[in-house]
Protein backbone atom coordinates (compact mmCIF):
# COMPACT_ATOMS: atom_id res chain seq x y z
CA UNK A 1 0.00 0.00 0.00
CA UNK A 2 1.51 3.73 -0.89
CA UNK A 3 0.39 7.09 -1.43
CA UNK A 4 0.40 8.40 -4.63
CA UNK A 5 -1.27 11.84 -4.22
CA UNK A 6 -2.52 13.98 -1.86
CA UNK A 7 -4.03 17.66 -1.98
CA UNK A 8 -5.12 19.94 0.67
CA UNK A 9 -7.67 22.87 0.57
CA UNK A 10 -7.78 24.93 3.29
CA UNK A 11 -6.41 22.35 5.89
CA UNK A 12 -4.35 23.87 9.26
CA UNK A 13 -2.39 26.53 7.44
CA UNK A 14 -2.29 24.57 4.10
CA UNK A 15 -4.34 26.88 1.61
CA UNK A 16 -3.85 24.95 -1.60
CA UNK A 17 -0.80 21.95 -1.10
CA UNK A 18 -0.07 19.24 -3.86
CA UNK A 19 2.01 16.82 -2.33
CA UNK A 20 3.51 13.78 -4.49
CA UNK A 21 5.30 11.79 -2.35
CA UNK A 22 7.96 9.00 -2.83
CA UNK A 23 6.89 5.19 -2.53
CA UNK A 24 9.75 4.77 0.20
CA UNK A 25 11.15 7.34 2.38
CA UNK A 26 9.61 10.33 2.55
CA UNK A 27 11.67 13.17 4.80
CA UNK A 28 10.14 16.69 5.50
CA UNK A 29 11.89 18.73 6.93
CA UNK A 30 11.45 22.69 8.10
CA UNK A 31 11.34 24.82 11.54
CA UNK A 32 8.80 24.44 14.02
CA UNK A 33 5.22 25.06 13.28
CA UNK A 34 6.30 25.60 9.55
CA UNK A 35 3.38 22.49 8.97
CA UNK A 36 5.36 19.44 9.16
CA UNK A 37 3.21 18.11 11.86
CA UNK A 38 -0.42 19.12 9.67
CA UNK A 39 0.98 16.93 6.96
CA UNK A 40 1.54 14.09 9.25
CA UNK A 41 -2.19 14.52 10.28
CA UNK A 42 -3.43 14.88 7.33
CA UNK A 43 -1.37 12.03 5.96
CA UNK A 44 -3.35 10.08 9.22
CA UNK A 45 -6.56 11.17 7.99
CA UNK A 46 -6.37 10.35 4.44
CA UNK A 47 -6.37 6.67 5.67
CA UNK A 48 -8.35 6.79 9.22
CA UNK A 49 -10.81 9.13 8.28
CA UNK A 50 -9.81 11.10 11.70
CA UNK A 51 -7.07 13.04 13.70
CA UNK A 52 -5.35 11.43 15.85
CA UNK A 53 -4.65 15.02 17.76
CA UNK A 54 -7.97 14.71 19.82
CA UNK A 55 -9.14 17.82 17.50
CA UNK A 56 -12.67 18.76 16.66
CA UNK A 57 -13.14 18.32 12.73
CA UNK A 58 -14.09 22.33 12.65
CA UNK A 59 -10.93 22.93 14.27
CA UNK A 60 -8.83 21.72 11.28
CA UNK A 61 -10.41 24.17 8.93
CA UNK A 62 -7.80 27.26 8.08
CA UNK A 63 -8.98 30.12 10.27
CA UNK A 64 -10.14 32.26 6.92
CA UNK A 65 -12.60 29.43 5.35
CA UNK A 66 -15.58 27.61 6.18
CA UNK A 67 -14.49 24.18 4.91
CA UNK A 68 -11.45 21.94 3.97
CA UNK A 69 -10.83 19.29 1.94
CA UNK A 70 -8.50 16.36 2.28
CA UNK A 71 -8.15 14.48 -1.44
CA UNK A 72 -5.75 11.45 -1.80
CA UNK A 73 -4.82 8.21 -4.25
CA UNK A 74 -3.82 5.21 -2.88
CA UNK A 75 -2.29 2.06 -4.87
CA UNK A 76 -3.05 -1.06 -2.98
CA UNK A 77 -2.10 -4.08 -4.44
CA UNK A 78 -2.72 -3.59 -8.30
CA UNK A 79 -5.57 -1.18 -7.70
CA UNK A 80 -5.83 2.51 -7.60
CA UNK A 81 -8.86 4.40 -5.70
CA UNK A 82 -9.46 8.16 -4.95
CA UNK A 83 -10.37 9.08 -1.41
CA UNK A 84 -12.00 12.24 -0.58
CA UNK A 85 -12.69 13.99 2.87
CA UNK A 86 -14.91 17.16 2.81
CA UNK A 87 -14.81 19.00 6.45
CA UNK A 88 -17.27 21.96 7.19
CA UNK A 89 -17.59 24.27 9.91
CA UNK A 90 -21.78 23.49 10.75
CA UNK A 91 -22.18 20.21 9.45
CA UNK A 92 -20.23 16.39 9.77
CA UNK A 93 -17.57 15.39 7.47
CA UNK A 94 -18.45 13.68 4.37
CA UNK A 95 -16.27 11.14 2.85
CA UNK A 96 -15.92 9.58 -0.44
CA UNK A 97 -13.92 6.76 -2.74
CA UNK A 98 -13.71 7.37 -6.05
CA UNK A 99 -16.20 10.21 -5.69
CA UNK A 100 -19.24 7.39 -4.22
CA UNK A 101 -20.19 8.64 -0.61
CA UNK A 102 -18.89 6.17 1.98
CA UNK A 103 -19.17 5.31 5.73
CA UNK A 104 -16.06 5.58 7.79
CA UNK A 105 -15.55 2.13 8.55
CA UNK A 106 -16.14 1.89 4.69
CA UNK A 107 -13.43 4.49 3.72
CA UNK A 108 -11.12 2.78 6.33
CA UNK A 109 -11.55 -0.71 5.02
CA UNK A 110 -8.16 -2.34 4.00
CA UNK A 111 -5.48 0.74 4.53
CA UNK A 112 -3.47 0.84 7.46
CA UNK A 113 -1.22 3.28 8.61
CA UNK A 114 1.02 3.55 11.69
CA UNK A 115 1.84 6.75 14.04
CA UNK A 116 4.94 7.08 15.70
CA UNK A 117 4.40 10.89 17.60
CA UNK A 118 6.67 12.04 20.90
CA UNK A 119 3.86 11.51 22.87
CA UNK A 120 4.19 7.83 22.43
CA UNK A 121 7.31 8.17 24.33
CA UNK A 122 5.88 8.73 27.61
CA UNK A 123 3.28 5.79 26.89
CA UNK A 124 5.33 2.78 28.78
CA UNK A 125 5.66 5.14 31.93
CA UNK A 126 2.51 7.02 32.32
CA UNK A 127 -0.93 6.58 31.38
CA UNK A 128 -2.54 3.15 31.16
CA UNK A 129 -5.28 5.30 29.61
CA UNK A 130 -2.49 5.98 26.65
CA UNK A 131 -1.86 2.23 26.79
CA UNK A 132 -5.33 0.98 26.31
CA UNK A 133 -5.52 3.63 23.71
CA UNK A 134 -2.44 1.72 21.58
CA UNK A 135 -3.59 -1.60 22.27
CA UNK A 136 -7.60 -0.32 21.30
CA UNK A 137 -6.39 1.63 17.84
CA UNK A 138 -4.25 -2.02 17.24
CA UNK A 139 -7.16 -3.82 17.41
CA UNK A 140 -9.68 -1.41 15.48
CA UNK A 141 -6.99 -1.85 12.57
CA UNK A 142 -6.95 -5.53 12.73
CA UNK A 143 -10.20 -7.05 14.36
CA UNK A 144 -13.39 -5.59 11.93
CA UNK A 145 -15.91 -6.35 15.20
CA UNK A 146 -13.62 -5.26 17.72
CA UNK A 147 -15.36 -1.22 16.79
CA UNK A 148 -18.86 -2.47 17.42
CA UNK A 149 -17.71 -4.52 20.94
CA UNK A 150 -15.64 -1.46 22.26
CA UNK A 151 -18.55 1.08 21.12
CA UNK A 152 -21.25 -1.38 22.82
CA UNK A 153 -18.89 -1.55 25.81
CA UNK A 154 -18.68 1.88 26.10
CA UNK A 155 -22.19 2.77 25.94
CA UNK A 156 -22.94 0.15 28.34
CA UNK A 157 -20.68 1.38 30.64
CA UNK A 158 -22.06 5.17 30.60
CA UNK A 159 -25.21 3.91 31.43
CA UNK A 160 -24.02 1.47 34.54
CA UNK A 161 -22.31 4.24 36.32
CA UNK A 162 -25.01 6.97 35.42
CA UNK A 163 -27.00 3.98 37.44
CA UNK A 164 -24.67 4.09 40.15
CA UNK A 165 -23.97 7.66 40.62
CA UNK A 166 -27.95 7.98 41.58
CA UNK A 167 -27.79 4.59 43.82
CA UNK A 168 -30.21 2.83 42.33
CA UNK A 169 -31.27 -0.51 43.69
CA UNK A 170 -28.94 -3.11 42.66
CA UNK A 171 -31.35 -5.46 40.64
CA UNK A 172 -31.50 -2.27 38.11
CA UNK A 173 -28.01 -3.08 37.04
CA UNK A 174 -28.70 -6.56 36.24
CA UNK A 175 -29.59 -6.28 32.66
CA UNK A 176 -26.28 -3.77 32.55
CA UNK A 177 -24.26 -6.09 34.36
CA UNK A 178 -24.95 -9.26 31.89
CA UNK A 179 -24.81 -6.95 28.75
CA UNK A 180 -21.33 -5.47 30.22
CA UNK A 181 -20.15 -8.92 30.87
CA UNK A 182 -20.85 -9.91 27.27
CA UNK A 183 -19.46 -6.97 25.49
CA UNK A 184 -16.19 -7.21 27.92
CA UNK A 185 -15.46 -10.35 27.16
CA UNK A 186 -15.06 -10.34 23.64
CA UNK A 187 -13.05 -7.09 24.44
CA UNK A 188 -10.76 -9.16 26.33
CA UNK A 189 -10.41 -12.55 24.36
CA UNK A 190 -9.05 -9.89 21.47
CA UNK A 191 -6.96 -7.92 23.18
CA UNK A 192 -5.42 -11.36 24.28
CA UNK A 193 -4.59 -12.75 20.95
CA UNK A 194 -3.37 -9.20 19.55
CA UNK A 195 -0.96 -9.35 22.38
CA UNK A 196 0.24 -12.65 21.42
CA UNK A 197 0.63 -12.01 18.44
CA UNK A 198 2.83 -8.70 18.54
CA UNK A 199 5.00 -9.75 21.53
CA UNK A 200 6.56 -12.71 19.22
CA UNK A 201 7.19 -9.35 16.75
CA UNK A 202 8.03 -7.38 19.56
CA UNK A 203 10.88 -9.77 21.26
CA UNK A 204 12.66 -9.87 17.98
CA UNK A 205 13.07 -6.34 17.44
CA UNK A 206 13.93 -5.22 21.23
CA UNK A 207 16.22 -8.14 20.90
CA UNK A 208 18.00 -6.93 18.08
CA UNK A 209 17.64 -2.95 19.22
CA UNK A 210 18.86 -3.24 22.76
CA UNK A 211 20.22 -6.62 23.24
CA UNK A 212 17.42 -7.96 26.07
CA UNK A 213 14.06 -10.04 26.43
CA UNK A 214 10.96 -8.15 26.23
CA UNK A 215 7.84 -9.46 27.58
CA UNK A 216 4.33 -8.11 27.11
CA UNK A 217 1.78 -8.70 29.64
CA UNK A 218 -1.90 -8.05 29.79
CA UNK A 219 -2.92 -6.37 33.35
CA UNK A 220 -6.51 -7.87 33.66
CA UNK A 221 -8.93 -6.86 36.17
CA UNK A 222 -10.97 -9.58 35.11
CA UNK A 223 -9.53 -12.96 35.68
CA UNK A 224 -8.39 -14.34 32.88
CA UNK A 225 -9.03 -18.42 31.42
CA UNK A 226 -8.47 -19.61 28.28
CA UNK A 227 -12.63 -20.70 27.47
CA UNK A 228 -14.48 -17.80 26.59
CA UNK A 229 -17.58 -18.61 28.56
CA UNK A 230 -15.93 -18.99 31.64
CA UNK A 231 -14.16 -15.80 31.37
CA UNK A 232 -17.86 -14.32 31.06
CA UNK A 233 -18.82 -16.06 33.72
CA UNK A 234 -16.33 -14.78 35.93
CA UNK A 235 -16.57 -11.18 34.87
CA UNK A 236 -20.53 -11.07 35.78
CA UNK A 237 -19.76 -12.46 39.22
CA UNK A 238 -17.20 -10.03 39.40
CA UNK A 239 -19.71 -7.26 38.95
CA UNK A 240 -21.84 -8.48 41.06
CA UNK A 241 -19.41 -9.05 44.15
CA UNK A 242 -17.95 -5.51 43.55
CA UNK A 243 -21.38 -3.82 43.75
CA UNK A 244 -21.51 -2.50 47.00
CA UNK A 245 -17.11 -0.66 46.12
CA UNK A 246 -19.12 0.44 42.59
CA UNK A 247 -21.99 2.28 44.72
CA UNK A 248 -19.12 4.07 47.16
CA UNK A 249 -16.95 5.02 44.31
CA UNK A 250 -20.22 5.57 41.81
CA UNK A 251 -18.04 3.99 38.70
CA UNK A 252 -17.56 0.60 37.72
CA UNK A 253 -14.16 -0.52 39.17
CA UNK A 254 -13.42 -3.53 36.99
CA UNK A 255 -13.62 -4.42 33.49
CA UNK A 256 -11.17 -3.91 30.15
CA UNK A 257 -11.66 0.38 31.06
CA UNK A 258 -9.76 -0.01 33.73
CA UNK A 259 -7.31 -2.74 32.29
CA UNK A 260 -3.42 -1.89 31.80
CA UNK A 261 -0.35 -3.65 29.92
CA UNK A 262 2.84 -3.57 31.65
CA UNK A 263 6.04 -4.02 29.37
CA UNK A 264 9.21 -6.11 31.37
CA UNK A 265 12.70 -5.86 30.34
CA UNK A 266 14.60 -9.29 31.76
CA UNK A 267 11.33 -9.54 34.18
CA UNK A 268 11.33 -6.43 35.15
CA UNK A 269 8.72 -3.52 34.90
CA UNK A 270 9.65 -1.38 32.65
CA UNK A 271 7.24 1.54 34.22
CA UNK A 272 9.37 1.01 37.67
CA UNK A 273 12.22 0.26 36.17
CA UNK A 274 12.76 1.33 32.85
CA UNK A 275 15.38 4.09 31.48
CA UNK A 276 14.32 6.25 29.11
CA UNK A 277 16.51 4.63 26.61
CA UNK A 278 15.23 1.38 27.12
CA UNK A 279 11.27 2.91 26.64
CA UNK A 280 12.34 4.10 23.62
CA UNK A 281 13.15 1.34 22.61
CA UNK A 282 9.93 -0.59 23.36
CA UNK A 283 7.79 1.98 21.65
CA UNK A 284 10.32 1.65 18.62
CA UNK A 285 9.71 -2.06 18.66
CA UNK A 286 6.14 -2.12 19.48
CA UNK A 287 5.71 0.67 15.88
CA UNK A 288 7.74 -2.07 14.27
CA UNK A 289 5.82 -5.16 15.18
CA UNK A 290 2.24 -3.39 14.48
CA UNK A 291 3.68 -2.94 11.10
CA UNK A 292 4.98 -6.52 11.08
CA UNK A 293 1.61 -7.28 12.86
CA UNK A 294 -0.43 -5.72 9.75
CA UNK A 295 1.80 -7.43 6.97
CA UNK A 296 1.23 -10.77 8.20
CA UNK A 297 -1.90 -10.52 8.76
CA UNK A 298 -3.28 -9.22 4.99
CA UNK A 299 0.02 -9.25 3.33
CA UNK A 300 0.60 -5.35 2.70
CA UNK A 301 2.46 -2.72 4.58
CA UNK A 302 0.97 -0.02 6.06
CA UNK A 303 2.11 3.48 5.63
CA UNK A 304 4.68 4.37 8.19
CA UNK A 305 4.28 8.00 10.41
CA UNK A 306 7.09 9.12 11.76
CA UNK A 307 6.58 12.89 13.54
CA UNK A 308 9.62 14.45 15.15
CA UNK A 309 10.95 11.17 17.01
CA UNK A 310 14.61 10.74 15.06
CA UNK A 311 15.62 13.96 17.97
CA UNK A 312 14.71 11.70 20.90
CA UNK A 313 16.76 8.40 19.52
CA UNK A 314 20.40 7.60 19.56
CA UNK A 315 22.18 6.55 16.45
CA UNK A 316 22.19 2.96 16.94
CA UNK A 317 18.30 2.63 17.58
CA UNK A 318 17.72 5.00 14.12
CA UNK A 319 19.79 3.05 12.12
CA UNK A 320 17.90 -0.27 12.97
CA UNK A 321 14.56 1.48 12.48
CA UNK A 322 15.78 2.58 9.08
CA UNK A 323 17.05 -1.09 8.19
CA UNK A 324 13.59 -2.13 9.16
CA UNK A 325 11.84 -0.08 7.14
CA UNK A 326 12.27 -2.05 3.87
CA UNK A 327 9.14 -2.13 1.96
CA UNK A 328 7.12 0.38 3.68
CA UNK A 329 6.47 3.36 2.37
CA UNK A 330 7.53 6.11 5.24
CA UNK A 331 7.13 10.13 6.38
CA UNK A 332 9.64 11.54 8.61
CA UNK A 333 9.68 14.72 9.92
CA UNK A 334 12.51 16.70 11.43
CA UNK A 335 13.51 20.41 12.33
CA UNK A 336 17.21 19.89 10.55
CA UNK A 337 18.64 17.34 7.83
CA UNK A 338 21.81 15.92 9.97
CA UNK A 339 24.32 13.86 8.44
CA UNK A 340 22.56 10.89 9.13
CA UNK A 341 19.78 11.98 7.50
CA UNK A 342 21.67 12.82 4.77
CA UNK A 343 22.72 9.57 3.97
CA UNK A 344 19.63 8.00 3.66
CA UNK A 345 17.82 6.91 0.62
CA UNK A 346 15.06 9.17 0.89
CA UNK A 347 12.92 12.04 -0.77
CA UNK A 348 13.86 15.54 0.63
CA UNK A 349 10.88 18.00 0.95
CA UNK A 350 11.25 20.99 2.47
CA UNK A 351 8.28 22.52 4.94
CA UNK A 352 7.74 26.39 4.96
CA UNK A 353 4.54 28.45 6.26
CA UNK A 354 2.35 25.78 4.68
CA UNK A 355 3.79 24.99 1.62
CA UNK A 356 6.34 22.72 -0.34
CA UNK A 357 9.36 25.08 -0.91
CA UNK A 358 11.89 22.49 -2.85
Do not use: C, W
Not at 90 to 112: G, M, T
Not at 138 to 167: A, C, G, H, T, V
Not at 281 to 295: A, G, N, P, R
Amino acid sequence: MRLEFLKLLNFRNYKNLVFNPDENINILYGLNASGKTNLIEAIYMSVKSTSYRNTKDNELINLDENKSSIISRYMNKEYKDDYRIEIFNNQNKKLYINDEKVNSKEYRKSRFAVLFSPNDLNMIKYSPRDRRKFLDEILSNLEPSYDYYYQRYRKILFERNKLLKIKMDKNLLDIYNRELAVNGTKIIVMRLKAIKKLNEFAKYHYKNIAGDDLNITYLSTVPVVLDEELLKKNYLNLLNSTFTVDMEKRYTTVGPHRDDLDFKINKLSSKIYGSQGEQRSIVLSLKLSETDLIKSLYNEYPILLLDDVFSEIDFNRRRYFIYSLKNTQTFITTTEVNKYLQNIDAKFFQISNGKIIN
